[in-house]
Structure formats: C-alpha cells, structure tokens
C-alpha cells in the first residue's frame, strides 16, 4: 500500500504531502515551516530516486536550521584555497574559479564563485544558496591577505606646486 502511495505520489509530484499523510500528519494542519519541511523531504527523496545526492542534500540544507561555526567554515574555506595555491593555482584562476565540491574533511561543501569562496553543511549551486546557513570570504582579502586600497582613496601622482611671481 504505502508502495503504491509513494509512487502515485511520485508522478503527481506531491511526495511530500504523501510522506507527511503516512507519517500521521495534515499539511493543511501545520505551521508553514513544517509545510515546507515536508515538501522538501519529498523533493528531497525524489532527487535520491534519480540518483543525484547533492540535489537532495541541496533541497534538505535550504530548509534546515542548522548553522555552520564561522571557524569552522574559515578552516573549510583556506583549506580548499591552500588545496589550490600548493596545485599551482593563481590569483586569477581563484578569483576566475566557479568549483564547489565536498570539504576534505567531510565535514561541509565549499563553492567558488566571483573571487569568494563560501561554505556549508550542504551543496551549493550559488552563494546566496546558503542563505545565512554558512559563511562567504573575499579570497584575496580574507584569505590570501592581499589588500587593495579603498576604491574612495585618490590615488594621483604629486605634482609640486607651482607659484607664479607678481611683479
């Protein structure tokens, strides 16, 4: 029976108000923050039926509470960058990058995006995928400590004044 429900439900697109339906609850009786949570287990278990991880981790991470540790999320960050800069990479390949990927240390997901680099518990598409949920860091100036000068400081070369004599 359940089988059944879960596939019909699979081709109407309403996983989730099915899921919540096996599990006791009303969609329509909710909170809806609960509501959401439901529909993004469905689109979540949809995603893991065709095979792509990161889409359901991706779908699940933009509904959860869970906010990763600025710490935490710098040493995700300068370790995908140290990754790079020790494979040769340069500033500009960095700051040209588009790449995200799972954190060596399995404990998040990194993106490259723009000359930023942000960080996670989930895949990113984007860096406002993240949405408060992670950190984002300037890659020359947090990272690689480069500091440029404010774009409001004039930069001119000094010419010395001249006078001009009155007779």
Same mark, same amino acid.
Not at 30 to 45: M, N, S, T, V, Y
Not at 66 to 91: F, K, L
Not at 138 to 146: G, K, R, S, T
């Given at each position: 029976? +359940?089988? /059944?429900? !879960?596939? *019909?439900?699979?081709? $109407?697109?309403?996983?989730?108000?099915?899921?919540?339906?096996? %599990?006791?609850?009303?969609?329509?009786?909710?909170?809806?923050?609960?509501?959401?949570?439901?529909?993004?287990?469905?689109? +979540?278990? /949809?995603? !893991?039926? *065709?095979?792509?991880? $990161?889409?359901?981790?991706?779908?699940?991470?933009?509904?959860? %509470?869970?906010?990763?540790?600025?710490?935490?999320?710098?040493?995700?960050?300068?370790?995908?960058?140290?990754?790079?800069? +020790?494979?040769?990479?340069?500033?500009?390949?960095?700051?040209?990058?588009?790449?995200?990927?799972?954190?060596?240390?399995?404990?998040?997901?990194?993106?490259?995006?723009?000359?930023?680099?942000?960080?996670?518990?989930?895949?990113?598409?984007?860096?406002?995928?993240?949405?408060?949920?992670?950190?984002?860091?300037?890659?020359?100036?947090?990272?690689?400590?480069?500091?440029?000068?404010?774009?409001?400081?004039?930069?001119?070369?000094?010419?010395?004044?001249?006078?001009?004599?009155?007779?």
């Amino acid at each position: 029976m +359940a089988d /059944q429900l !879960l596939t *019909a439900a699979m081709e $109407d697109g309403e996983i989730g108000r099915q899921l919540a339906s096996m %599990s006791g609850v009303e969609l329509d009786a909710i909170a809806p923050q609960d509501a959401r949570l439901w529909e993004a287990r469905g689109q +979540a278990l /949809q995603a !893991l039926a *065709a095979g792509d991880m $990161d889409a359901a981790l991706r779908t699940m991470g933009m509904v959860s %509470s869970r906010i990763m540790d600025r710490d935490e999320a710098w040493e995700i960050a300068s370790n995908a960058v140290a990754v790079r800069i +020790a494979a040769g990479w340069t500033r500009d390949m960095l700051d040209s990058s588009t790449e995200g990927g799972r954190a060596p240390c399995g404990r998040g997901y990194y993106l490259f995006c723009s000359g930023a680099i942000a960080a996670c518990y989930f895949p990113m598409v984007c860096i406002t995928d993240m949405n408060g949920r992670g950190y984002h860091f300037h890659i020359a100036q947090d990272l690689l400590n480069e500091r440029e000068p404010s774009p409001y400081a004039t930069c001119r070369p000094i010419v010395p004044q001249q006078l001009e004599m009155f007779r």
